[in-house]
Structure formats: C-alpha cells, structure tokens
C-alpha cells in the first residue's frame, strides 16, 4: 500500500502539474476559511440541502489536501481526493448549468458550467496515475526505502 501511494517517477511534468493544481485549488480553500466560509455554509446547507459536513470536507480537501499536493506528500491520495470532491461538485450544482462557464453572467455567482472542473479532473487523473514527479515528497520518500539507501557512502566509512 505505501508503495502505491509514494512511488512516482522522475518526471518534471508531474512535478509542474502537482503545484499548479494545488496553488490553484488551496486559493479556493483558504478564500473559504476566513469570513467567507459562513456563506459557503449556507450555500452547502441552504441553497443545495447538503449536510454541514460537505462544507467542512470540501475546505479540508481545498486546503490541507492541496498544500499536501505542493509538497507533492501522498500525491495519489490527495488527488484523489480532490477528484472525488469535484465530481460531487459536477453532480450537484454544475453539471445541470452546462458544459460552459458563466461568460455572459445568465446565472448567479458560482454557478458555472463544469469546463473548468474538468480540467482539475484531467490533472487529477494524470497524478494518480504518474505520482507527485521528480520535486515531490513522494520521491524522497521513495528513494529513502529502497534497500540500502540508508547506507554511509564510502567515504565516510572508517578505514580498516
């Protein structure tokens, strides 16, 4: 299992894909923490019917899970995450607005259609199947269990 989560390549592209997604996303998240979560809150529990746990979820997942993915730390997992919530996101409020966004401002705010939430899904994919890439948490993490990564070099070790 810990070898499915943290194996990654040595890729760089993964590595660009994993920032930009998570300083894009985490923008999301923290602009909901502060005096704009009480309104997320009654959009999640008024306007859709959700429960209050869905409006917490979502900014854990917006925030932790994003700065998670920068770190490239868990990167399938965190994408994951961020996949499923934005496939909630494209069944419950977008996916009846439409495939385009809200150009033309013919809905209220925050409700667009999900061309920008297929984007995030297409890079979601592409983490969970290359990992968090070459500058990444994952790779230390990998190259720290390979077998005998934790050996001296040889010009440390004590002469005989």
Same mark, same amino acid.
């Given at each position: 299992m810990k070898k499915l989560l943290f194996n990654t390549d040595n890729n760089p592209a993964s590595s660009i894909m994993r920032v930009a997604l998570g300083i894009i996303i985490i923008t999301h998240g923290t602009s909901k923490l502060g005096s704009g979560f009480p309104e997320f809150n009654d959009f999640i529990t008024g306007y859709m019917g959700l429960?209050?746990?869905?409006?917490?979820?979502?900014?854990?997942?917006?925030?932790?899970?994003? =700065?998670?993915?920068?770190?490239?730390?868990?990167?399938? $997992?965190?994408? %994951?995450?961020?996949? /499923? &919530?934005? *496939?909630?996101m494209i069944v419950t409020?977008?996916?009846?607005?439409?495939?385009?966004?809200?150009?033309?401002?013919?809905?209220? =705010?925050?409700?667009?259609?999900?061309?920008?939430?297929? $984007?995030?899904? %297409?890079?979601?994919? /592409? &983490?969970? *199947?290359?990992?968090?890439?070459?500058?990444s948490m994952d790779r230390i993490l990998q190259q720290s269990n390979r077998p005998g990564s934790l050996k001296r070099p040889k010009s440390f070790q004590k002469s005989k």
């Open positions: 429960p209050v746990i869905v409006a917490y979820a979502t900014v854990f997942i917006e925030t932790a899970s994003a =700065a998670m993915l920068i770190l490239g730390f868990a990167t399938r $997992l965190n994408a %994951i995450a961020i996949f /499923g &919530l934005f *496939v909630g409020v977008h996916g009846a607005v439409g495939f385009q966004m809200n150009w033309n401002g013919q809905y209220d =705010a925050g409700m667009e259609g999900y061309e920008y939430h297929l $984007l995030v899904l %297409i890079i979601c994919a /592409g &983490l969970i *199947v290359l990992g968090g890439g070459r500058f």
